[in-house]
DNA sequence: TTTGTATGTGAAG
DNA sequence: TTCACCTACAAAG
């Protein structure tokens, strides 16, 4: 599910794995053949996120002894994801044993499965310690990143490409502050969100449209959009110069919240426990870490506050369906008023709100 | 085996 | 506003 939160996450991933590395960069599927030429033998500096891109710094050997800077850029787009696999000695603790597959960051097992290389057809086992060996790659693989302990495969991006760092930058320019950089991608976080209201209020578009609009925000997408308008009790019809400064604000940093917090669990979880179909009863978590933070207990079905649980604060304990207020709950009850959730076709995209809540 | 779906983007009309 | 495109996987036939 790639939006900002899970290009950062595996920004980490891959800075985790590789950072410092010489790496063996290929191309099994052969359409990023020319790129995995320029790369191939380079070291991977480090990988960073801008909203949904991301950016791997490379340092290409010269002819002499000096090195020169290629920026590998990767766009997931709707179906691009990478599989990670390792021999497990990288501290990658949050990537390891996902309990689910996602889009965007699958299998990100990083001890190789014996199911993984039987289907590579592969010895089933590696012979032992320091002499793992890569699984063949599987589908349509982009770009293979190899170092002797563990492998990257990046299967179905939108974009991938190598940039010189001027080039890098002119992508960069496009894009609107980024909430889950520390500095928004700004002189400071206090100064993306007023660029970011100011931008939302110089225009007509609506607030729906805008917020999905990578230059105005980045690192948002279908979900954050839906649940942001929902938690700010805001029309996503609404002109965005027809809302008020503080709304926005607001929402800024309900955005910040929201997208670190995704990107530190990797899942998206927005409601809060009192909204949930069980009234938060079985567990706590999710919502903002500050609202957890605030809520210091969990109130019980029966009014009761119980001692928080270790799964309180696993937003793995949220099930999937109690996890939004109204992304792809069309017709079902809003979780606050009842009144049946809306979807609407706007500029291509589907559009889940409140006609109630949200005015 | 075919079809449908997906959290995205950008070019063309 | 419509379309093409990148790919995997589940459901339908």
Known sequence: MPEGHTVHRLARTLDQLFAGRRLAVSSPQGRFAAGADVLDGATL???????????CRFDVPGPDAGAYERWLR?????????????????????????PRRRVGERETTLSSEPSDQAAGGRDPRPAGPGEWTAPEPRGAVRVRLLAPHAVADLTGPTACEVLTPDEKAAVEDRLGPDPIRPDGGHDSL????????????????TVGQQLIDQAVVAGVGNIYRAEALFRAG????RPGR???????????????????????????????????DDGGAAHGGGATGDEQARAGAVVTAAGRRRTRQNTDDDPDAVPAHEAFYVYHREGLPCRVC???VLIEELAGRNLFWCGVCQT
């Open 74 to 98: 990767v766009h997931l787009g709707l179906y691009g994801a990478w599989t990670f696999a390792g021999d497990g000695s990288a501290d990658v603790a949050h990537a390891i044993g996902a």
């Open 45 to 55: 500096v480090g990988a960073e996120a801008w909203g949904k891109q991301l950016f």
């Open 234 to 237: 805001l029309d996503p019809l």
């Open 190 to 205: 206090e100064a993306a969100r007023a660029a970011f209201v100011a931008r939302v209020r110089r225009s007509r578009v």
């Open 242 to 276: 027809d809302v008020a400064a503080a709304v926005l604000e607001q929402i800024w940093d309900d955005l910040v919240a929201l997208l670190r917090d995704g990107a530190a669990s990797g899942r998206i979880v927005t409601t809060r426990p009192e909204h949930r």
């Open 338 to 340: 009842g009144t049946p």
